[in-house]
T-cell receptor
Framework: AQSVTQLDSHVSVSEGTPVLLRCNYSSSYSPSLFWYVQHPNKGLQLLLKYTSAATLVKGINGFEAEFKKSETSFHLTKPSAHMSDAAEYFCVVSDGYQKVTFGTGTKLQVIP | NAGVTQTPKFQVLKTGQSMTLQCAQDMNHEYMSWYRQDPGMGLRLIHYSVGAGITDQGEVPNGYNVSRSTTEDFPLRLLSAAPSQTSVYFC??????????????FGEGSRLTVL
């Protein structure tokens, strides 16, 4: 069995300040973990993925995430928020075969 | 390269009507899937396919049918639409015959309203 919990449904930051979106997971396997971003009225786009290589994963647009097995976490961070980062972000866990589980999403608001 | 193409983008149905949401991909991906997105619930898997002729149920399959006669196409059929099926539907594909082995590629979504 696997599950993913996004700890915040909404996060609000000022432009230029750091972003932290939190994700905890549960998996019976060695999971693959992903972060996707969805801009309004668009499909989802991959930000980054962890597949048991380096625990610190760098993605597009300056985002990165750190896999912490002991804490079962995969938090998404960015040093400095930009207005274009305003979107909904989904943490996703996969067993690498057929089962993919999405978190409920975190809406990021960036205040100018 | 079009990626994953969904049609229609918008549809309004009356309760009891049937319809088909179309999904096509041109990346030769073996794995294709349908999700529905509802506020506060993330994406939930409806049906998926790991190759032509093979389909299986996901988390919320009731009221939906799928078939996979070709690698490229994976249509989703609503047999008798209900207001509870009002949602945004996403088709996604991934490479790998054995199933999901990496990134999911999403279409832009089909917004369905059932009155």
């Amino acid at each position: 069995a696997q599950s993913v919990t996004q700890l915040d449904s909404h996060v609000s930051v000022s432009e230029g300040t750091p972003v932290l979106l939190r994700c905890n997971y549960s998996s019976s396997y060695s999971p693959s973990l992903f972060w996707y971003v969805q801009h309004p009225n668009k499909g989802l786009q991959l930000l980054l993925k962890y597949t048991s290589a380096a625990t610190l994963v760098k993605g597009i647009n300056g985002f990165e995430a750190e896999f912490k097995k002991s804490e079962t976490s995969f938090h998404l961070t960015k040093p400095s928020a930009h207005m274009s980062d305003a979107a909904e972000y989904f943490c996703v866990v996969s067993d690498g075969y057929q089962k993919v589980t999405f978190g409920t999403g975190t809406k990021l608001q960036v205040i100018p | 390269n079009a990626g994953v193409t969904q049609t229609p983008k918008f549809q309004v149905l009356k309760t009891g009507q049937s319809m088909t949401l179309q999904c096509a991909q041109d990346m030769n991906h073996e794995y294709m899937s349908w999700y529905r997105q509802d506020p506060g619930m993330g994406l939930r898997l409806i049906h998926y396919s790991v190759g032509a002729g093979i389909t299986d149920q996901g988390e919320v399959p009731n009221g939906y049918n799928v078939s996979r006669s070709t690698t490229e196409d994976f249509p989703l059929r609503l047999l008798s639409a209900a207001p509870s099926q009002t949602s945004v539907y996403f088709c996604a594909s991934s490479y790998g015959r054995g199933g999901l082995s990496g990134e999911l590629f999403f279409g832009e979504g089909s917004r369905l309203t059932v009155l």
